[in-house]
Structures are given as C-alpha cells and as structure tokens.
C-alpha cells in the first residue's frame, strides 16, 4: 500500500511539473506590454503633454519594478557579502544583518 501511495504522488507531482509552465503562461497572458499601457493610460486620463508623460513613464517603471522577482535567500546573502567586502568582525555582522533585514 505504501508502495503505491508512493507512485501514486510521484505521478501527480510529475504532471504538475509538466503543467506548471502552461499555468503560469496563461496567467500572464494578459499582462502584454499593451495591457499595461493601457491601464497606465487609463490612470492619467485628462493629463496633456509632458506631465502625461511623466506620469505614463512613472506608472510604467512601477510595473515593471513590482514584476520583479523577489530575491531568493541565497541571492540576498551573497549580494550583502559583496557589499560588506573587507569588512571586520562586529562591524561585518551588524552591516550584514542590517542589509539582510532590508
């Protein structure tokens, strides 16, 4: 019985991996660099010229920046490490805790 269990889970895990690229494609399916003008624009409605502008760039930074992926734990410790280079014993753990915390 265990056996089986067993296969069983592995198999259903195996489709969800195989699936798994086609579930997040169709969920993003709408968010096209037209789409995203197109809130964009919607939101600065009745705006002329270069603030309209301003505010369509703005708004589209801000989605870009909140599509980005978080970083991974891994990610995060080395980039700390790189900036708190060359530092020394207290100093480096205070530094790489605050970095880490932020």
Known sequence: MNRMLTRTLAHGLAALIAT????LQSARA?????SRMAACSKANKGMKGD?????QS???KKQDVAE?????????MSMCS???KGM???DYKKAQSDC???
Not at 20 to 23: D, V
């Open 30 to 34: 709408d968010d096209t660099p037209q």
């Open 58 to 60: 703005d708004c589209l």
């Open 88 to 90: 020394k014993g207290d």
């Open 51 to 55: 603030d309209y502008k301003k505010a």
């Open 82 to 84: 790189k900036k708190n």
């Open 68 to 76: 980005a992926a978080p970083m991974t734990p891994q990610q995060k």
């Open 20 to 23: 798994a690229p086609i579930i």
């Open 100 to 102: 880490l915390k932020g």
